[in-house]
């Protein structure tokens, strides 16, 4: 039986998307190994792009520090980044010319569900990546949340 389990971790620099990302690593690993959680390799990546695109943005469009909250939940994980900026992200429709911005482009495509509200200070993105596959590969029950 799966328990609910989860790590958080505060970030105020550049050098701490590296960071946030291992913390990732690093929990995705502890589902594996001492709760028997199977974490699929395409959840690994997917998780570690979602973590490392969430907290850059925080990082670079608001203030202060940002929260990094990672959560097992229902064979997910949830990832959940609240920051200091009352404005919520935009995913910008696909564009092939464009450089540059397409990080939530991608997060919204790797995730089973994603979604951003304001907090009364500030707001947080959460993004719920699967963690095992379908045996075709794909990430197994896309829906929103």
């Known amino acids: 039986m799966e328990r609910e389990t989860s790590v958080s971790a505060v970030f105020e620099g550049g050098?701490?998307?590296a960071a946030a990302r291992d913390l990732a690593r690093d929990f995705l690993e502890?589902?594996?190994e001492k709760c028997g959680v199977t974490v699929s390799p395409r959840a690994l990546g997917a998780v570690r792009l979602v973590v490392s695109e969430l907290v850059t943005n925080a990082r670079k469009y608001a203030p202060g520090p940002c929260l990094l909250t990672l959560g097992?939940?229902?064979?997910?994980?949830?990832?959940?980044?609240?920051?200091?900026?009352?404005?919520?992200?935009?995913?910008?429709?696909?564009?092939?010319?464009?450089?540059?911005?397409?990080?939530?482009?991608?997060?919204?495509?790797?995730?089973?569900?994603?979604?951003?509200?304001?907090?009364?200070?500030?707001k947080r993105?959460?993004?719920?990546?699967?963690?095992?596959?379908?045996?075709?590969?794909?990430?197994?029950?896309?829906?929103?949340?």
């Open 125 to 145: 993105v959460r993004a719920v990546v699967p963690l095992a596959d379908e045996p075709d590969g794909i990430a197994a029950d896309r829906r929103t949340v």
């Open 30 to 32: 502890t589902l594996r």
């Open 72 to 122: 097992l939940h229902e064979g997910t994980v949830e990832v959940t980044v609240w920051d200091s900026s009352t404005t919520l992200p935009l995913t910008l429709p696909p564009d092939p010319t464009r450089v540059g911005q397409h990080g939530l482009e991608i997060v919204r495509a790797v995730c089973h569900g994603f979604e951003a509200h304001r907090e009364p200070v500030g």
């Open 15 to 17: 050098e701490d998307i």
